[in-house]
């Protein structure tokens, strides 16, 4: 099973940059595909990106797209998360998490961090 933990996160102005790192420890990460997710305060936890197991295919939500990158390093067990030109309503809790399947739906996906907060400032 893995383990996740998030890190990166802060308070920026928009139009900043955040990076996001997710340590993944187990033996199986690197056969796993990777997402990050984020909640908003009274919102439902949303996809942001995911990342498959080799890191040559990633697919982005509409509204980050063009903006956040999502990669990986299989030798360093972890996933990135780096987003430019921020914007107040990206402001949310990010989380990542794994799945054995490659697919964007948040019941796919089986094991969780404990989020790191992300507050874009106007």
């Known amino acids: 099973q893995v383990q996740l933990v998030e890190s990166g996160g802060g308070l920026v102005q928009s139009g900043g940059s955040l990076r996001l790192s997710c340590a993944a420890s187990?033996?199986?990460?690197?056969?796993?595909?990777m997402g990050w997710f984020r909640q908003a305060p009274e919102k439902e936890r949303e996809f942001v990106a995911t990342?498959?197991?080799?890191?040559?295919?990633?697919l982005y939500a509409n509204s980050v797209k063009g903006r956040f990158a999502i990669s990986r390093d299989n030798v360093k067990n972890s996933v990135y998360l780096q987003m430019n030109s921020l914007k107040p309503e990206d402001t949310a809790v990010y989380f990542c998490?794994?799945?054995?399947?490659?697919?964007?739906?948040?019941?796919?996906?089986?094991?969780w961090g404990q989020g790191t907060q992300v507050t874009v400032s106007s």
């Open positions: 990342i498959d197991r080799s890191g040559g295919a990633s």
């Open positions: 998490a794994v799945s054995s399947v490659w697919t964007t739906r948040l019941y796919e996906y089986t094991n």
């Open positions: 187990g033996r199986t990460f690197s056969n796993s595909v």
